[in-house]
């Protein structure tokens, strides 16, 4: 492993992607200030701070270098506070290639380095060649799987070889978002304004003018979807789920089949006409380091943004293995309590994991493995009492899929609590052998 | 047991001022408001008091129930081997009684696993208790 050894540095151009906007800010301002001919007066300050900012991240480049050493990767940056970061390949989780628009304009790729746990710390090597980065990958994954069967010698390179499960056809998707919630806020919003304009057409620049900000975030919402789903394909590795995806932000991401806390499918009303739903997966840990970009601040991943029934029970017999086959209705009084809600409430259970479904216009069910249940909770309001009804929270440490088995028969969901947490310790036991 | 007498305090407080208004010599107004404070002053203790004997807890095998409520009664069922940290607060007012609060979090935000108003030896042995079996138990997220 003699070539493995050295302390190497990043890409040279890291600075500049790194900058992100501020540099394409700062070409721009150059370009133009140039561009508005040679009064070499006002360009100097700006050429000065161009100059600084530059220095700044050559500066950062030059005392920023990386190494594998032994079953370790050591990151070491920083100039005035010099920062040394040891990180165990043992304790990773997954290892991400992800790769924002300028950064593919340069032909740079930044790996990002998971451990497990809330905390969740990240490595970065931000950036490296695009063609370096998916080899360092495969081998800092071998060393992760050497360093973790224990046997000592980093195992040889190896192709990880996946499969293909799903793409997303984009006419599907942009339908998709046309018809989902937010497409439908955002369609709404444009033809009011159309509607002003064609009215009035003095209002619609006031109205467009004073509501600029809302209108401007409803479709960065949209286009946020767009971009993260677009071609969005998942993969079978065998170290879990390859998800890749992104219109201008490209993004891989490995999902390792024990980080998954709980899924979720959702049916929005007007996606159930036409029989699609959405996958998404809640996955442990809040990493909410410096620098990650919106997407990976999310818990929730969306492993299939639009597709049939039939590919989503597909997708799900890899994820939950051994799920409930069928979910039982509540009481028929349950209607009196909630009407909207009654059609869709049922829950079911196998042995390793447990399934809720409820919403009242679009249709969510989720599935939490009993070995990632964190506690259970029965919860019955007063109108809940007066119907012999009862509620049971099944808590996650995953935030953003909640799965209860509302309003059943009070028999029924003590029958439930305790059930459910017998299994699951049952389950959480058999883990830990 | 602490809400109880925040409450009592409450009441006698509005008691004492009504009865003051009364010596003023609003005799009717004082009177009337004497006997509705001394009305809702009883009611708010009495649903207090239910509400009071509706807390429990019970250590079981592996897990904690916590029971709680009495218009929404909730019932957690805690394992030891998801508790990641036990709390124990004392306020001012709780501290002045003796009295302590244990909590116990999962990684789960919504796991809700507080015991108030336990006598401070007993919030000790509890905390201790549960740390003691939580690490023998523990599982991995």
């Not at chain 1, 003699?2 to 540099?23: C, D, K, N, Q, Y």
């Not at chain 1, 497990?116 to 710390?121: I, K, L, N, T, Y």
């Not at chain 1, 259970?349 to 990632?372: F, M, N, Q, Y």
């Amino acid at each position: 492993m003699s070539e493995a050894e050295g302390w190497r540095r990043l890409h040279p151009l890291s600075p500049i992607v790194r900058g992100g906007r501020a540099t394409i800010a700062v070409a721009t301002l150059l370009l133009l200030s140039l561009a508005g001919g040679g009064r070499t007066s006002g360009l100097i300050p700006d050429l000065a701070i161009a100059g600084i900012i530059f220095a700044f991240g050559f500066v950062s480049w030059l005392v920023t270098r990386w190494r594998i050493d032994g079953d370790d990767l050591r990151i070491e940056s920083g100039l005035l506070r010099r920062q040394s970061l040891r990180f165990p390949l043992s304790q990773v989780q997954a290892i991400d290639i992800v790769r924002p628009g300028l950064a593919r304009v340069f032909g740079v790729a930044e790996l990002r380095l998971r451990t497990g746990g809330s905390s969740g710390a990240t490595a970065r090597l931000a950036y490296l060649a695009a063609q370096e980065a998916e080899p360092l990958r495969a081998r800092l994954l071998a060393l992760a799987e050497g360093a973790r069967t224990h046997e000592g010698k980093p195992a040889p390179e190896v192709a990880i070889e996946e499969r293909v499960l799903t793409t997303v056809p984009t006419g599907r998707l942009i339908a998709s978002i046309l018809i989902s919630d937010v497409g439908l806020f955002a369609e709404a919003v444009i033809a009011g304004l159309i509607l002003v304009a064609v009215l009035s057409p003095n209002a619609a620049v006031a109205v467009a003018g004073g509501s600029a900000v809302p209108i401007f975030s409803v479709l960065t919402l949209v286009w946020r979807r767009f971009n993260q789903e677009y071609r969005l394909s998942l993969a079978e590795a065998p170290d879990g789920l390859r998800l890749r995806s992104g219109l201008i932000a490209l993004s891989a991401e490995t999902i390792r089949p024990g980080r998954v806390q709980a899924v979720r499918m959702v049916e929005p009303l007007l996606w159930r006409a036409l029989g699609w739903c959405r996958l998404e997966v809640d996955l442990a840990g809040k990493q909410r380091s410096k620098g990650e970009g919106q997407a990976e601040r999310r818990p929730l991943r969306t492993v299939l943004p639009v597709g049939s029934r039939a590919l989503a029970e597909e997708l799900l017999e890899r994820i939950v293995p051994d799920r409930p086959r069928r979910q039982s209705p509540p009481p028929q009084r349950v209607l009196l309590k909630s009407p909207l809600r009654y059609r869709m409430l049922a829950w079911g259970r196998s042995e390793t994991c447990v399934a809720t479904t409820s919403g009242r216009i679009r249709r969510v069910t989720a599935w939490v493995p009993l070995e990632k249940v964190q506690s259970l909770r029965r919860v019955q309001g007063p109108f809940q009492r007066r119907l012999r009804l009862a509620t049971v929270h099944v808590d996650t440490a995953g935030r953003s899929v909640h799965a209860a088995i509302r309003d059943r028969d009070t028999a029924e969901a003590d029958r439930a609590l305790t059930e459910l947490s017998d299994l699951a310790r049952a389950a959480r036991r058999k883990k830990g052998r | 047991m602490l809400r109880r007498l925040e409450v009592a305090a409450i009441a006698l407080a509005a008691l004492i001022a009504a009865g003051v208004v009364a010596l003023l010599g609003h005799t009717i107004v004082g009177l009337a408001c004497l006997g509705g404070a001394l009305v809702l002053g009883l009611g708010a203790e009495r649903f207090v008091a239910r509400r009071f004997y509706a807390w429990g807890y019970a250590e079981r095998e592996d897990d904690l129930l916590v029971r709680r409520g009495l218009l929404f009664s909730r019932l957690s069922v805690v394992p030891y081997g998801r508790m990641q940290f036990i709390d124990v607060t004392a306020g001012p007012l709780e501290r002045s009684f003796r009295l302590a609060t244990v909590r116990m979090h999962t990684a789960a935000a919504a796991s809700d696993a507080r015991i108030p108003g336990l006598d401070r030896e007993e919030a000790a042995r509890l905390r201790d208790r549960l740390a003691e079996v939580g690490e023998a138990q523990a599982a991995g997220l």
